[in-house]
Each structure stands twice: as structure tokens, then as C-alpha cells.
């Protein structure tokens, strides 16, 4: 029987145990329902598919598909609405072999599809008739599976990053984490190379985030459909810098009415893709006393304590908020 097992944001995991009773995951909250925005880029994991995709079948160039590798999706909110599809491919339980034997790992499959513009969010205050809750199903072979319910949002961004599913090559194994943080953003200088410990931004640059689930823009954006120009989202998005080392990502916040927080320099729909945003903003002024530039990759052991990145920007909206710790030139190091 085909189930969805699992979902992420590209890629927030929750858990939930497969048929065969084998964990895919692990977490701390129920897998339902799933926040998303309209136009949100999101990956679901299914089990009971075994066999059907042996390497990832992706959509080509230009509208995306309403199926892939014989599977399609449906979003069920008062009425049906195909959901375009990115890509499906396999997902091994056991990708790095470990001490089970490939026939005891369970066999996933990874569907990256686009949540239509068509969803209506939720709105307490709108004076709107209330929808039933937004459902989805997933259909492989003509066989329909069981339903997982959504929970619609205005917004619900993420910093896409190097963990990322369909951001990573097939064959290889996850990335292992063992500093306890946030897997590397796509955080990119003017010229599209990523900013990193090697090639750190400096103070002043304006830099391009990479994300997903910003919701809808103006003019709208079309479901499935490449941007023809850039087009800002409609939500209002704040920021909040943190010259701390290795922070975290927090809310934009300024604890007064008086004083609104930084905007982005611009945050909506990236020309030329599907459901992918960026979000333009300007490094501010290191602090007075400096800040411990990064330490470059290969130069420190396994849990060795470094400054990993220097500079954290946050970014939220109305129902959400995510963050890139980033690198930057200090002026006045502390080694």
C-alpha cells in the first residue's frame, strides 16, 4: 500500500514509522499536519514503492509536469488541484551502509513537488468563507494513497541549504553532521559563488539568499510555472543580524512598536524558476571589537570548537522565519 512517510521543507524532517515498522527518521513533533505556503517548493518521502525509480527522474526545462515516473499529486482544498513535480528519486534508509545488510533498510522514494498558489492560507481576520483543511494525496501507477493534511500558511521560508534533497548528487551519501549545526545555507556573492569560510562575504556587500516558501507575489506567480521576471512576495519580510559565532537563527524582533527592524533590499521570486525566491540583503558593520573570522575547512578535527560562520541573518514573515550563518572578512580578527 503506497503511504507518506515523511515530509520536509527541503528539508525539515519529522518521523513516522513505515509499514514494515522500520524508523525512516527521527524528531521531536508530530509528521501532521505539514506547514506550507502557496508556491512552496517540499519534498515527501513514500514507502511502498519499491522499485519503481532506480535514479532520480527530473522534470524537464520550462512548466513542470503534473506527473513524474508514473506518480502524480493532488492538493484537495474544497475542490482538486494537480501539484506540479520536481523530481522523484529512490532514498536508501541506510545510505552510508553502516552494520545493516542493504535488505534490511528500507527503501524510499523522494518526491519534490510545488504546493500550487492555488492554496488558500489560513486568515482569522479575513472576511472569507472558512475552507475545509487543505488535504494531499499521492497517486503512483493509477493506486491513490492516504491523505496527509496541511496546515496553510502565508509564508513558511527556508534557507535552502547543502542538505537539501534534491541539492544533493545521487549516489552519494548524506552529509554527516557533527558540529551540531545548521547544514551550510545558499548564501551567494553577486557573481553566484557560494560564500564560504574561502571566500567569505565582507562588510557592506549585498549578498543573495536562496530560498523557498515566501508565498505568493506581486503580480502573482503562476503554479508550476517559470518566472518571467522578478516579482516581490507580498509578505513583509524583516531581518535581524547576530555577529555571534555559530548562532542560530532567531525571529526579527525589536521589542518596540517605534522601531521596525531591517527589511530586505528585496525578497520574492527568483526570474527563470519555479517556486524559488531570493533575498537580497547588505552586510552590515562588524562590531567595534571585531568578530573571529571562520576557520577554513580542513584546518580542524571532529567536533573541534571553531567559529563555523561569524555573521547569522535571520529573516521571518508573518508565520515564519529561518536563518543563514554566513562568513565574513573581520577587519579586526580575534584569533
Known amino acids: ?45 513514500l514507502d511502498g514503492l519499491d522499485g519503481l525509480v532506480s535514479k532520480p527522474v527530473r522534470a524537464p526545462s520550462g512548466a513542470l509536469p503534473n506527473s513524474l515516473a508514473g506518480i502524480s499529486v493532488t492538493l484537495r482544498q474544497g475542490s482538486d488541484h494537480p501539484v506540479p513535480m520536481l523530481e522523484v528519486r529512490p532514498v536508501s534508509t541506510c545510505p552510508s551502509g553502516g552494520i545493516a545488510s ?4 528500507a527503501g524510499l522514494i523522494a518526491v519534490t513537488v510545488q504546493i500550487p498558489y ?8 479575513c472576511l472569507r468563507p472558512t475552507l475545509p483543511p487543505a488535504q494531499l494525496f499521492v497517486t503512483a501507477n493509477g493506486t491513490s494513497g492516504t491523505a496527509i493534511e496541511l496546515n496553510a500558511l502565508a ?37 553566484g559563488s557560494l560564500v564560504t569560510a574561502a571566500s ?18 506581486n503580480p502573482a506567480a503562476s503554479t508550476g510555472q517559470p518566472a518571467t521576471s522578478a516579482a516581490p512576495a507580498i509578505q513583509t519580510f524583516s531581518m535581524n543580524f547576530n555577529y555571534e559565532v555559530n548562532a542560530l537563527p532567531t525571529r526579527p524582533f525589536t521589542g518596540r512598536p517605534d522601531v521596525r527592524p531591517p527589511q530586505p533590499a528585496y525578497a520574492g521570486i527568483a526570474p527563470g524558476f519555479p517556486g524559488l525566491y531570493v533575498i537580497d540583503f547588505t552586510v552590515p558593520p562588524e562590531p567595534p571589537n571585531g568578530t573571529p573570522r571562520c576557520a577554513l575547512p580542513g584546518t580542524f578535527g ?3 570548537n571553531v ?23 573581520t577587519r579586526i580578527p580575534i584569533d
Do not use: R
Not at 5 to 33: D, K, M, R
Not at 102 to 105: F, G, I, V, W, Y
Open 302 to 304: 571532529v567536533g573541534a
Open 155 to 191: 509564508d513558511q521560508v527556508h534557507i535552502l541549504t547543502a542538505c537539501d534533497v534534491v541539492l544533493q548528487q545521487f549516489g552519494t551519501s548524506p552529509l554527516l553532521n557533527t558540529s551540531g549545526l545548521p547544514c551550510a545555507p545558499v548564501v551567494t556573492h553577486a557573481d
Open 1 to 45: 500500500m503506497l503511504k507518506t512517510v515523511l515530509c520536509g521543507s527541503i528539508l525539515s524532517a519529522v518521523a513516522l514509522l513505515a509499514q514494515t515498522n522500520s524508523p525512516v527518521a527521527a524528531g521531536y513533533t508530530a509528521p501532521a499536519p505539514v506547514s506550507v505556503a502557496p508556491g512552496q517548493i517540499l519534498t515527501f518521502f
Open 200 to 217: 567569505p562575504a565582507s562588510v557592506g556587500e549585498t549578498l543573495v539568499a536562496w530560498a523557498v516558501g515566501l508565498g505568493q507575489t
Open 118 to 125: 492555488e492554496l488558500v492560507p489560513l486568515c482569522p481576520l
Open 307 to 329: 567559529a563555523q560562520s561569524n555573521l547569522t541573518v535571520s529573516f521571518g514573515g508573518g508565520f515564519s522565519f529561518d536563518g543563514a550563518g554566513i562568513c565574513v572578512a
Open 102 to 105: 542493504p535488505a534490511s533498510c
